[in-house]
């Protein structure tokens, strides 16, 4: 509180009836009376002067000088409301999909240094606000910050899955006249999200004295989806063509043995061997039961045809023999010919099979896939190699047979070829069978 004291001497004619010294204190209280009252709205105007901002002074680029600090925070929050609520949403023939405030996506816009500085100074004592202003700072940044976790799930739950197309992948077909036919793949869409969230991030505010916009609206960006199979891909695995097929009849077989034959090729029928992979009958064997069964028909044993159950399945893995002999790239790891003779090969080029004591088995060394296809068709086995395999390579089988003591005995040898030219002449095994004690009747309509 200001007081202003003022003292005057006025002279007083004591004959008049008023004595000098009464009207000398009246004089001082009156002017004590006007003073005080002066003194108290002066310092009202003085202590709401102090509540005012300095006129300079600004946040973000907001100017908020020259209110008083309860205004400048009303001000400032109401701003930063508006910036965090601003939409985004999207654009073309998505325009339906959800919208979301950059809030839910993750952005905060604060002044925290601005606010703390604006809140002190209004609740600071008027008799301080003097010295405060002084340290006041005339520019007070904002700050606009992302959580990437939130900014990653929203657009993800709101937006991921718009726009996404399947891809389709390539396909490989061998038609009835066993040519190998691809369809191509296609390639796939979906929302490219990482874009779609750096165009987001790119919303951000940077001043508060830019009026928002209140919503805006982005085009989905989308990325392509590989497929996972391609033409390329497919022919890399190397079934390119047909390199071989070979085939033997059973015209002459009974029901029994008929229906074994088609059982053991259809178990074998799309049987894939990857590059390294070794192939075992036995594995076809078994599945051929499982799935069709077995009928009676004859079966050699001890060197003789008697009757039991699976005979003609040994005619499969012969026919199947003959086809791999023929290509590049194959080992033969366990091959045994049959006791006696069969009437569907010529001697030496058979491959015997009995269930945990013999196998047919050879390895895929030619570097690609191999697939081996069969048809059974008026009688006749047919068995087909599907890979990869020179075009100007082929190879002829020769036997040469010996009589021996202990039976006929037949080395086979296998020719290379290139270009119809003989290049490599390279014996593939020795086969012998049983010289037989006395005659043995063979139904010739049964074949072993």
């Given at each position: 509180?200001?007081?202003?004291?003022?003292?005057?001497?006025?002279?007083?004619?004591?004959?008049?009836?008023?004595?000098?010294?009464?009207?000398?204190?009246?004089?001082?209280?009156?002017?004590?009376?006007?003073?005080?009252?002066?003194?108290?709205?002066?310092?009202?105007?003085?202590?709401?002067?102090?509540?005012?901002?300095?006129?300079?002074?600004?946040?973000?680029?907001?100017?908020?000088?020259?209110?008083?600090?309860?205004?400048?925070?009303?001000?400032?929050?109401?701003?930063?409301?508006?910036?965090?609520?601003?939409?985004?949403?999207?654009?073309?023939?998505?325009?339906?999909?959800?919208?979301?405030?950059?809030?839910?996506?993750?952005?905060?816009?604060?002044?925290?240094?601005?606010?703390?500085?604006?809140?002190?100074?209004?609740?600071?004592?008027?008799?301080?606000?003097?010295?405060?202003?002084?340290?006041?700072?005339?520019?007070?940044?904002?700050?606009?910050?992302?959580?990437?976790?939130?900014?990653?799930?929203?657009?993800?739950?709101?937006?991921?899955?718009?726009?996404?197309?399947?891809?389709?992948?390539?396909?490989?077909?061998?038609?009835?006249?066993?040519?190998?036919?691809?369809?191509?793949?296609?390639?796939?869409?979906?929302a490219d999200l990482a874009a779609l969230r750096a165009s987001i991030v790119e919303l951000t505010p940077q001043s508060l004295a830019d009026s928002p916009s209140g919503a805006y609206k982005l085009a989905l960006p989308l990325q392509g989806v590989a497929p996972a199979t391609?033409?390329?891909?497919?022919?890399?695995?190397?079934?390119?063509?047909?390199?071989?097929?070979?085939?033997?009849?059973?015209?002459?077989?009974?029901?029994?043995?008929?229906?074994?034959?088609?059982?053991?090729?259809?178990?074998?029928?799309?049987?894939?061997?990857?590059?390294?992979?070794?192939?075992?009958?036995?594995?076809?064997?078994?599945?051929?039961?499982?799935?069709?069964?077995?009928?009676?028909?004859?079966?050699?044993?001890?060197?003789?045809?008697?009757?039991?159950?699976?005979?003609?399945?040994?005619?499969?893995?012969?026919?199947?023999?003959?086809?791999?002999?023929?290509?590049?790239?194959?080992?033969?790891?366990?091959?045994?010919?049959?006791?006696?003779?069969?009437?569907?090969?010529?001697?030496?080029?058979?491959?015997?099979?009995?269930?945990?004591?013999?196998?047919?088995?050879?390895?895929?060394d030619t570097g690609k896939q191999l697939l081996i296809r069969t048809v059974v068709e008026d009688k006749t086995l047919t068995v087909k190699l599907f890979g990869t395999m020179d075009e100007n390579v082929s190879y002829e089988i020769e036997t040469v047979r010996q009589q021996?003591g202990e039976g006929i005995v037949i080395e086979s040898y296998r020719v290379r070829k290139v270009n119809g030219e003989a290049t490599e002449r390279t014996k593939l095994a020795t086969s012998t069978y049983k010289t037989q004690n006395g005659l043995v009747a063979v139904n010739?309509?049964?074949?072993?």
């Amino acid at each position: 509180m200001y007081a202003s004291i003022f003292m005057f001497w006025i002279p007083v004619d004591e004959s008049e009836g008023m004595p000098m010294r009464k009207w000398w204190i009246a004089a001082i209280v009156g002017v004590i009376v006007l003073g005080v009252g002066a003194g108290t709205a002066g310092g009202r105007a003085i202590r709401e002067g102090d509540n005012v901002l300095p006129p300079n002074l600004r946040v973000g680029g907001l100017q908020l000088g020259g209110m008083s600090s309860e205004q400048a925070l009303g001000i400032l929050e109401a701003r930063i409301r508006e910036l965090e609520g601003t939409t985004v949403g999207l654009n073309g023939a998505l325009s339906d999909a959800a919208s979301l405030t950059l809030a839910e996506l993750g952005m905060s816009v604060g002044a925290k240094e601005a606010a703390a500085d604006l809140e002190a100074f209004g609740k600071a004592k008027w008799h301080q606000r003097g010295k405060m202003k002084k340290e006041l700072r005339a520019d007070y940044e904002m700050e606009a910050t992302w959580d990437e976790a939130e900014l990653r799930s929203e657009t993800a739950r709101a937006w991921g899955e718009l726009g996404a197309s399947e891809p389709r992948d390539a396909s490989r077909t061998i038609t009835a006249q066993d040519e190998v036919v691809y369809t191509p793949e296609a390639v796939g869409t979906e929302a490219d999200l990482a874009a779609l969230r750096a165009s987001i991030v790119e919303l951000t505010p940077q001043s508060l004295a830019d009026s928002p916009s209140g919503a805006y609206k982005l085009a989905l960006p989308l990325q392509g989806v590989a497929p996972a199979t391609t033409v390329a891909s497919l022919k890399e695995e190397g079934l390119s063509r047909k390199i071989m097929e070979f085939a033997t009849s059973f015209a002459t077989s009974g029901e029994g043995r008929s229906y074994n034959v088609a059982a053991a090729a259809a178990a074998l029928d799309g049987t894939l061997l990857l590059p390294g992979d070794e192939f075992s009958y036995a594995d076809i064997v078994a599945k051929a039961e499982q799935d069709y069964g077995f009928r009676e028909a004859p079966v050699i044993q001890n060197g003789k045809l008697v009757p039991g159950i699976g005979g003609g399945i040994c005619q499969v893995s012969s026919t199947l023999y003959n086809a791999i002999i023929r290509v590049d790239g194959i080992t033969v790891t366990q091959r045994r010919n049959h006791s006696i003779p069969v009437s569907y090969l010529p001697l030496g080029l058979d491959a015997t099979f009995a269930d945990g004591y013999i196998d047919f088995r050879f390895r895929n060394d030619t570097g690609k896939q191999l697939l081996i296809r069969t048809v059974v068709e008026d009688k006749t086995l047919t068995v087909k190699l599907f890979g990869t395999m020179d075009e100007n390579v082929s190879y002829e089988i020769e036997t040469v047979r010996q009589q021996g003591g202990e039976g006929i005995v037949i080395e086979s040898y296998r020719v290379r070829k290139v270009n119809g030219e003989a290049t490599e002449r390279t014996k593939l095994a020795t086969s012998t069978y049983k010289t037989q004690n006395g005659l043995v009747a063979v139904n010739p309509a049964e074949p072993v």
